[in-house]
T-cell receptor
Framework: GAGVSQTPSNKVTEKGKYVELRCDPI?????LYWYRQSLGQGPEFLIYFQGTGAADDSGLPNDRFFAVRPEGSVSTLKIQRTERGDSAVYLC????????????FGPGTRLLVL | RKEVEQDPGPFNVPEGATVAFNCTYS??????FFWYRQDCRKEPKLLMS???SGNEDGRFTAQLNRASQYISLLIRDSKLSDSATYLC????????????FGAGTRLFVKA
């Protein structure tokens, strides 16, 4: 079956602009996660959804970052007033039910803020 | 101190070698543990879950020591295709929920 998909695969934007990154989880997976990965580092947890609600958003670095999952499937990560330090690969993952289960990752969106 | 710490390597080993990776975690409330593999410019993929009783999958063996808050991965008879970054992953439930990745250990297996 289809895996986790993310769009766009690459995004180049200018400092100060707004961007939206989309994640389509595996069908039927209720849990969805967003991570950010910088070069040479492991993925950094941002937010975890269980269904439509954010079960833990403690990893969001500041109020410029926001994520939604209105129907419990597709999720959008929104970044306002982008900064050069936001440049990274943004990874989305989903799991069948909850936090203890295997997470399946999408290919990521490479964001470059100029 | 980082919540999950790994030796960054790189480990350079010949084909057929046995190599061991270690990982320590700081949150005693951590509840589930995994090793993921990440190839260059690709997404992480699950290698194996880690249990207190230890578990083995072919050439790979993972161990968890809760008392020492330590996780290990052993790879026997290394193959060229094992070259990748190995990520130690810990799920902690502390109020909310968090998945914490280590920075990864790079492995290069050479012919």
């Amino acid at each position: 079956g289809a895996g986790v998909s993310q769009t766009p695969s690459n995004k180049v934007t200018e400092k100060g602009k707004y961007v939206e990154l989309r994640c389509d989880p595996i069908s039927g997976h209720t849990a969805l996660y967003w991570y950010r990965q910088s070069l040479g580092q492991g993925p950094e947890f941002l937010i975890y959804f269980q269904g439509t609600g954010a079960a833990d958003d403690s990893g969001l670095p500041n109020d410029r970052f926001f994520a939604v999952r209105p129907e419990g499937s597709v999720s959008t990560l929104k970044i306002q007033r982008t900064e050069r330090g936001d440049s990274a690969v943004y990874l989305c993952a989903s799991s069948l039910a909850g936090a203890r289960e295997t997470q399946y990752f999408g290919p990521g969106t490479r964001l470059l803020v100029l | 101190r980082k919540e999950v710490e790994q030796d960054p390597g790189p480990f350079n080993v010949p084909e057929g070698a046995t190599v061991a990776f270690n990982c320590t975690y700081s949150n005693s409330a951590s509840q589930s543990f995994f090793w993921y593999r990440q190839d260059c410019r690709k997404e992480p993929k699950l290698l194996m879950s880690v249990y207190s009783s230890g578990n083995e999958d072919g050439r790979f063996t993972a161990q968890l020591n809760r008392a020492s808050q330590y996780i290990s991965l052993l790879i026997r008879d290394s193959k060229l295709s094992d070259s990748a970054t190995y990520l130690c992953v810990v799920n902690a439930h502390t109020g909310g929920f968090k998945t914490i990745f280590g920075a990864g250990t790079r492995l290069f297996v050479k012919a």
